[in-house]
T-cell receptor
Framework: GENVEQHPSTLSVQEGDSAVIKCTYS??????FPWYKQELGKGPQLIID?????GEKKDQRIAVTLNKTAKHFSLHITETQPEDSAVYFC?????????????FGRGTQLTVWP | ETGVTQSPTHLIKTRGQQVTLRCSSQ?????VSWYQQALGQGPQFIFQ???????GRGNFPPRFSGLQFPNYSSELNVNALELDDSALYLC???????????FGPGTRLTVL
């Protein structure tokens, strides 16, 4: 099955700085890569996703890049704010298959200091 | 548009007991997936339901079972609870069996 590795496990940045979280995957058939933000006591919230036919996607302060050859993808948050503090998870799956189960990384605790 | 809802929010059980967790999918979504999230870990796939049938299962024993109803809501049942079953149980709904999944707030299960 798929194996998703995520680094770092914790990340502390000053407000206004950028944050980068990196993930690798093992299954070359994976083609859908979502990122989730989980705040304390809540369920994961989908914040951005990318499909394997695209190399980069942006949504305001958030961007995701994908390198299919190297099997890694990254989340970039610019101009961080204290409300960005949360646990971020990357995931991988096979979109278009009969079962699109998500394989998650272990998460990154992001803390943004004011 | 109503999002994914789960009940109850918290639950405390003892070893050997049985538990039922409930999930209402987002409006228009016909697929429900269940995940277990242990403390400090990423969610792990339990199973998925599509059109009231189990569509796939992760590495969980048969004492984890589920149902999906005609209105696409779903239940997760766990029999013979073990201490290691203590976790946050998440339900996710989607428009189809693969693609974007939207999660509910979860049910925190504690087994004593």
């Amino acid at each position: 099955g798929e194996n998703v590795e995520q680094h770092p496990s914790t990340l502390s940045v000053q407000e206004g700085d950028s944050a980068v979280i990196k993930c690798t995957y093992s299954d070359s058939a994976s083609n859908y890569f979502p990122w989730y933000k989980q705040e304390l006591g809540k369920g994961p919230q989908l914040i951005i996703d990318i499909r394997s036919n695209v190399g980069e996607k942006k949504d305001q302060r958030i961007a995701v890049t994908l390198n299919k050859t190297a099997k890694h993808f990254s989340l970039h948050i610019t101009e961080t704010q204290p409300e960005d503090s949360a646990v971020y998870f990357c995931a991988a799956s096979r979109e278009g298959s009969t079962l699109g189960r998500l394989y998650f990384g272990r998460g990154t605790q992001l803390t943004v200091w004011p | 548009e109503t999002g994914v809802t789960q009940s109850p929010t918290h639950l405390i059980k003892t070893r050997g007991q049985q538990v039922t967790l409930r999930c209402s999918s987002q409006s228009g979504h016909n697929t429900v997936s269940w995940y277990q999230q242990a403390l400090g870990q990423g969610p792990q796939f339990i199973f998925q339901y599509y059109r009231e049938e189990e569509n796939g299962r992760g590495n969980f024993p048969p004492r984890f079972s589920g149902l999906q109803f005609p209105n696409y809501s779903s239940e997760l049942n766990v029999n013979a609870l073990e201490l290691d079953d203590s976790a946050l149980y998440l339900c996710a709904s989607s428009l189809r069996t693969a693609g974007e999944q939207f999660f509910g707030p979860g049910t925190r299960l504690t087994v004593l």
